[in-house]
């Protein structure tokens, strides 16, 4: 099962919104509505922002959303903040019943 | 709140083996699916292994080749990983993570090392 792609880098000034992309295929991206994102700062653990696609997890910003189209997911940070940088993942269950990542991206708030 | 603390990382030689072990608590453990998790040094994230509440369905990556075992003890509230015939590559942070029914990773143990070296 290869990696979902993802792009390695993106970067946005304070206040701007960034949208990082995630591109599998039918048998996961396109094939079910179990996409989810993560937040990972160096040496921390993982932090789901986003799961099912579009939903937030209690607690979580609403400047983080989520879409998916075909067999690419997105996941939008509006308002970007300094503590925004980090390196976000997405996932996605697959038609083995396995899990696949993406490459992850790094965000830099410039 | 829900806490899952893994452990049994350390340094080994290749070919070698070690038990990996995630102690959870502040949830019902029998009622989830725990998964193991690996993040080689500067690499993504890559799904190594889920086991079901009660042991039935164990799924593993293609790219595991049958070297590394998961079981659980829902009586300790515990989640092993067995690596076994280790590779220089399977150096990487491990993390245990619980699946919810929502099939999404939402809580997350903070990680243990493994080393593969000679």
């Known amino acids: 099962q290869s990696a979902l792609a993802q792009p390695a880098s993106v970067s946005g000034s304070p206040g701007q919104s960034v949208t990082i992309s995630c591109t599998g295929s039918?048998?996961?991206?396109?094939?079910?509505?179990?996409v989810s994102w993560y937040q990972k700062h160096p040496g921390k653990a993982p932090q789901l922002i986003i799961f099912?696609?579009?939903n937030r997890p209690s607690g979580v910003s609403p400047r983080f959303s989520g879409s998916k189209s075909g067999n690419t997911a997105s996941l939008t940070i509006s308002g970007l903040q300094p503590e925004d940088e980090a390196d976000y993942y997405c996932d996605a269950y697959t038609s083995s019943s396995t899990w696949v990542f993406g490459g992850g991206t790094k965000l830099t708030v410039l | 709140d829900v806490r899952l603390v893994e452990s049994g990382g350390g340094l080994v030689q290749p070919g070698g083996s070690l038990r990996l072990s995630c102690a959870a608590s502040?949830?019902?453990?029998?009622?989830?699916?725990l998964a193991w998790v690996r993040q080689a040094p500067g690499k993504g994230l890559e799904w190594v292994s889920s086991?079901?509440?009660?042991?039935?369905?164990?799924y593993y990556a293609d790219s595991l080749k049958g070297r590394f075992t998961v079981s659980r003890d829902n009586a300790e509230s515990s989640v092993y990983l067995q690596l076994s015939s280790l590779r220089v590559e399977d150096t990487a942070v491990y993390f245990c993570?619980?699946?919810?029914?929502?099939?999404?990773?939402?809580?997350w143990g903070q990680g243990t090392l493994v080393t593969v070296s000679s």
């Open positions: 502040g949830f019902d453990f029998n009622g989830y699916t």
């Open positions: 099912g696609v579009t």
């Open positions: 086991i079901s509440s009660s042991s039935s369905f164990i």
């Open positions: 039918s048998r996961d991206v396109g094939g079910y509505d179990y």
């Open positions: 993570a619980r699946e919810n029914w929502d099939l999404t990773f939402d809580s």
